[in-house]
T-cell receptor, first 112, second 112 residues
Framework: ETGVTQTPRHLVMGMTNKKSLKCEQH?????MYWYKQSAKKPLELMFV???????ENNSVPSRFSPECPNSSHLFLHLHTLQPEDSALYLC???????????FGDGTRLSIL | KNQVEQSPQSLIILEGKNCTLQ??????????LRWYKQDTGRGPVSLTI???SENTKSNGRYTATLDADTKQSSLHITASQLSDSASYIC???????????WGAGTKLIIKP
């Protein structure tokens, strides 16, 4: 039990599809994050939400659209993705000021 | 440029043996350094965290060291077990929140 749950665990989609990734944290944290992890590369921070407000967007293409309805839930809406978007997408949460991030097990995304 | 370099990229050792993983960083300002373990198909899990003033931190068979002068850290694993097979990621924090610089990780394989 990681405290951070991501669904689905695996997703295969075509380039014209629209899908959403979901993340839920049960740790009472007030910050949530989306990361992209590609093979043999460092984790790439995509988005940060503090108290439901987006505070970071690391030049992520608009085909990725985050949504944070409350401090426990985070979504990543996907549309018109490219093959190079195939990767492991990780969600994390933390308590602001502690810096210690707790990760979910990720969604393995494959774009056909 | 803020960077974290890890070596080796991959390592294979026999069960029961010790090993040491290296992390060199060029990050400023420096807040803390963490080591994460990431099992295949899972999210990263924190092993140790060290601030500037700490030079060693242990978590069971895992011992991390930090030399802030040379900007080097190492993770030593004692009496390796099959369950230690994973990627080990070094992360340097710029501040106490989400400004993290990630290494690409060392993939460790323990053979029986």
């Amino acid at each position: 039990e990681t405290g951070v749950t991501q669904t689905p665990r695996h997703l295969v989609m075509g380039m014209t599809n629209k899908k959403s990734l979901k993340c839920e944290q049960h740790l009472g944290h007030n910050a949530m994050y989306w990361y992209k992890q590609s093979a043999k590369k460092p984790l790439e921070l995509m988005f940060v939400y503090n108290f439901k407000e987006q505070t970071e967007n690391n030049s992520v293409p608009s085909r990725f659209s985050p949504e944070c309805p409350n401090s426990s839930h985070l979504f990543l809406h996907l549309h018109t993705l490219q093959p190079e978007d195939s990767a492991l997408y990780l969600c994390a949460s933390s308590q602001i000021g502690t810096g210690s991030q707790h990760f979910g097990d990720g969604t393995r995304l494959s774009i056909l | 440029k803020n960077q974290v370099e890890q070596s080796p990229q991959s390592l294979i050792i026999l069960e029961g043996k010790n090993c040491t993983l290296q992390c060199n960083y060029t990050v400023s300002p420096f807040s803390n350094l963490r080591w994460y373990k990431q099992d295949t198909g899972r999210g990263p899990v924190s092993l140790t965290i060290m601030t500037f003033s700490e030079n060693t931190k242990s978590n069971g068979r895992y011992t991390a060291t930090l030399d802030a002068d040379t900007k080097q850290s190492s993770l030593h694993i004692t009496a390796s077990q099959l369950s230690d097979s994973a990627s080990y990621i070094c992360v340097v924090s710029l501040d106490s929140n989400y400004q993290l610089i990630w290494g690409a990780g060392t993939k460790l394989i323990i053979k029986p």
